[in-house]
T-cell receptor, first 118, second 108 residues
Framework: GAVVSQHPSWVICKSGTSVKIECRSL??????MFWYRQFPKQSLMLMAT?????????EQGVEKDKFLINHASLTLSTLTVTSAHPEDSSFYIC??????????????FGPGTRLTVL | GIQVEQSPPDLILQEGANSTLRCNFS?????LQWFHQNPWGQLINLFY???GTKQNGRLSATTVATERYSLLYISSSQTTDSGVYFC??????????FGEGTQLTVNP
């Protein structure tokens, strides 16, 4: 159980285009999902918290008009990188929060999406 | 916000060796998780351990909440254990703050 998928797993796009990344919780409902960004050899940096049915909460320094997040259902959150530029190239990872009886409040992570902007 | 410090940053082992990874927190947390990031980038949940000790096969973890640290033990390491190990902590239901990770290399 507790599987999170991401699509696409990798994408290459031209500068100025927009890219949408989907994050799905496959076998549980997630009222809260998180989006992270990871640069090579670095840790995960939280970009935003996505709550179903409400606006996302962005971390300081993350442009909300650049990184559009929509959490339309209990199993799907999307991240759209608008007008992508080469500096947006990174590894984007989503996670979904689940409360597991006997375990606790746990985040499960998707496999990540590698974005390359030319 | 919470600061998370992991040590060591890099660790190289021979297959079969044991190791201990440490995670220190600047403040109390009631959500603490250990992850393994494989070479393809997938983060795999190892332990949810805000306090106490848990074991899963060759891996075990101990968190001393009152002293704000957690330890991950790897016994009889295998080459497939290679990768980056992250600890992350936060308040229940809230964001997780990640440490910088420990890059583990297990040589045959």
């Amino acid at each position: 159980g507790a599987v999170v998928s991401q699509h696409p797993s990798w994408v290459i796009c031209k500068s100025g285009t927009s890219v949408k990344i989907e994050c799905r919780s496959l076998d549980f409902q997630a009222t809260t999902m998180f989006w992270y960004r990871q640069f090579p050899k670095q840790s995960l940096m939280l970009m935003a918290t996505s709550n179903e049915g409400s606006k996302a909460t962005y971390e300081q320094g993350v442009e909300k008009d650049k990184f559009l997040i929509n959490h339309a259902s209990l199993t799907l959150s999307t991240l759209t990188v608008t007008s992508a530029h080469p500096e947006d190239s990174s590894f984007y990872i989503c996670s979904a929060r689940d409360w597991v009886s006997g375990v606790g409040d746990t985040q499960y992570f998707g496999p990540g999406t590698r974005l390359t902007v030319l | 916000g919470i600061q998370v410090e992991q040590s060591p940053p890099d660790l190289i082992l021979q297959e079969g060796a044991n190791s201990t990874l440490r995670c220190n927190f600047s403040d109390s947390v009631n959500n603490l998780q250990w992850f393994h990031q494989n070479p393809w980038g997938q983060l795999i949940n190892l332990f949810y351990i805000p306090s106490g000790t848990k074991q899963n096969g060759r891996l075990s973890a101990t968190t001393v909440a009152t002293e704000r640290y957690s330890l991950l033990y790897i016994s009889s390491s295998q080459t497939t254990d290679s990768g980056v190990y992250f600890c992350a902590g936060g308040s229940s239901g809230s964001r997780l703050t990640f440490g910088e990770g420990t890059q583990l290399t297990v040589n045959p």
